[in-house]
């Protein structure tokens, strides 16, 4: 009887044996090679995985570059660092590119903004936009619900403690996803070292933003109209600033001539 259960037990052991072996063989027999350069690719990456570079994380995007399917320089979490070493790896000539972060042009806080109704919902931005584009009578402000929050990988935007959303620009990645999620479009990208912005994203007539804001832009053009040197331009009564053609003094000297003084330093935003 013990032979027996013995001789089963050795057979069984010796096939699994085999079998271990045949397949250590077969892996080193299958097992695909993959290109220096690839492999490179992918250990220069961050690892933020954060979906920025428009692929599903950085190894697609890493092989998208090697396939030629994709430029280098979309990997903003890496910035200029690892464009030049992605370039060093594919041979290729990298041009720097200006750092982009994100921001909430809106100053509107529950005060400075008329409430069309009393929201009590589940707090999140897009639920609340369901019901008449929001509680906010300025149908393009931030919600101060936090969404973007919720998706941001780098733990960049919080609520401070007057309501408002904002985004630390030393924090920020520039992935973007924030811009994606929020539902009035009141985030945007803006280039890291700007030392003005415009805090607003309402496009009605002045005397509307009157009536239900008083934080908001008039389009009034004081700031393109006197100050031509700010990079200041009024489209659908809203002001918005080119910071490749903007002086720096003209823009601060349009910030404090603007009546409503929604052209905000970053320092006191």
Same mark, same amino acid.
């Given at each position: 009887m013990f032979?027996a ?29 993959k290109d $220096? ?5 992918e250990?220069?990456?961050p690892?933020?995985? %954060? #979906?920025?570079?428009?692929?599903a994380g950085?190894?697609?995007?890493? $092989?998208?570059?090697?396939k030629g399917?994709a ?5 903003a979490?890496?910035g200029?660092?690892?464009a030049?070493? *992605? #370039?060093?790896? *594919?041979?290729r000539?990298?041009r720097?590119?200006e750092k982009m972060?994100?921001?909430v042009? %809106? /100053?509107?806080?529950i ?5 069309d109704?009393?929201?009590?919902g589940? $707090? ?11 509680p ?9 619900l936090?969404?973007c *929050?919720?998706? %941001?990988?780098?733990?960049?935007i /919080? ?5 408002f ?6 924090v920020?990645?520039g992935c973007a996803?924030?811009t994606t999620v929020?539902?009035? #479009?009141v985030?945007? *990208?803006?280039p890291?070292?700007?030392e003005?912005?415009?805090a607003?994203?309402?496009?009605e007539?002045?005397?509307k933003v009157r009536k239900? %804001?008083?934080?908001g832009?008039i389009g009034? /053009?004081?700031?393109q ?5 700010s990079?200041c331009?009024?489209?659908s009564f809203?002001s918005?600033?080119?910071y490749a ?11 404090e ?5 929604c ?6 935003a």
């Amino acid at each position: 009887m013990f032979s027996a259960i013995l001789a089963a037990f050795l057979v069984i052991a010796g096939m699994g044996l085999l079998l271990g072996l045949g397949l250590a063989v077969a892996d080193k027999k299958l097992a695909v090679v993959k290109d $220096e350069k690839l492999a490179a690719l992918e250990a220069a990456m961050p690892g933020a995985n %954060c #979906g920025g570079c428009g692929f599903a994380g950085c190894s697609a995007y890493a $092989e998208a570059v090697f396939k030629g399917e994709a430029e280098i320089g979309h990997c903003a979490p890496g910035g200029n660092e690892l464009a030049h070493k *992605m #370039g060093q790896i *594919m041979g290729r000539e990298v041009r720097d590119q200006e750092k982009m972060v994100a921001y909430v042009h %809106c /100053r509107g806080s529950i005060d400075a903004t008329r409430q069309d109704f009393a929201y009590s919902g589940m $707090e999140d931005c897009n639920a609340a936009y369901l019901l008449q584009a929001g509680p906010n009578a300025c149908k393009e402000g931030c919600l101060h619900l936090g969404s973007c *929050m919720k998706v %941001c990988p780098a733990g960049a935007i /919080r609520r401070d403690e007057k309501g408002f959303i904002t985004v630390d620009p030393a924090v920020c990645i520039g992935c973007a996803k924030c811009t994606t999620v929020c539902p009035t #479009g009141v985030i945007r *990208m803006i280039p890291a070292d700007a030392e003005y912005v415009v805090a607003c994203s309402n496009h009605e007539p002045g005397g509307k933003v009157r009536k239900i %804001c008083s934080a908001g832009c008039i389009g009034c /053009r004081i700031c393109q109209t006197k100050f031509p040197a700010s990079g200041c331009s009024v489209t659908s009564f809203l002001s918005s600033v080119d910071y490749a053609a903007s002086d720096p003094g003209a823009l601060a000297a349009a910030a404090e001539a603007c009546p409503q003084k929604c052209i905000v330093s970053r320092q006191e935003a």
